[in-house]
T-cell receptor, first 115, second 110 residues
């Protein structure tokens, strides 16, 4: 069955540094991968989508890579700020889920950026 | 202002009672989803619906029921058969790949 893993439960970094979060998946080849941000007690918010034919995608200080050979995505936040502190979720299309928006989510990585 | 609303934000119920969580969207999305989130467990899919009057079980449907009588609404009932109902419940909708989430309902069963 599909499996998606985010390697770190928590990541602590200093303000101004680059945060790098990892998402690995097994047992299938997704057409795209998504990243979401979730703040405590709130619903996740979509950040970026990257397709299998895109190696890299950027949005402001965010960068996502997608290596279909390694079955891995890396999510980078450059020049990190305390306001970036949140849990970041990786998501893939759910096999047999019908609609293209039906996703399976990783457990998330909690990022803490210290001033 | 388009979006997804969930009510109430906090809900308390006695053990053995059924409770219904509301989810409404005005995004004109066809697909809607219910998730449960527990600490350290991530998002687990309870039920989803791709179109009005149709829905499918997700990964943890036991003890839950849903209906989809209108495109805008996808209520979730937590029944007394759900063994551990205390959790944070999230509703979402999608048109294409991206999911839009509501603010969530925190259910506590006493």
């Amino acid at each position: 069955s599909q499996k998606i893993e985010q390697n770190s439960e928590a990541l602590n970094i200093q303000e101004g540094k680059t945060a790098t979060l990892t998402c690995n998946y097994t047992n299938y080849s997704p057409a795209y991968l998504q990243w979401y941000r979730q703040d405590p007690g709130r619903g996740p918010v979509f950040l970026l989508l990257i397709r299998e034919n895109e190696k890299e995608k950027r949005k402001e200080r965010l960068k996502v890579t997608f290596d279909t050979t390694l079955k891995q995505s890396l999510f980078h936040i450059t020049a990190s700020q305390p306001a970036d502190s949140a849990t970041y979720l990786c998501a893939l299309e759910r096999l047999g889920g019908g609609s293209q928006g039906n996703l399976i989510f990783g457990k998330g990585t909690k990022l803490s950026v210290k001033p | 202002d388009g979006g997804i609303t969930q009510s109430p934000k906090y809900l308390f119920r006695k053990e053995g009672q059924n409770v219904t969580l509301s989810c409404e969207q005005n995004l004109n999305h066809d697909a809607m989803y219910w998730y449960r989130q527990d600490p350290g467990q991530g998002l687990r899919l309870i039920y989803y619906s791709q179109i009005v009057n149709d829905f499918q079980k997700g990964d943890i449907a036991e003890g839950y029921s849903v209906s989809r009588e209108k495109k805008e609404s996808f209520p979730l009932t937590v029944t007394s058969a759900q063994k551990n109902p205390t959790a944070f419940y999230l509703c979402a909708s999608s048109m294409f790949h991206e999911q839009f989430f509501g603010p969530g309902t925190r259910l506590t069963v006493l």
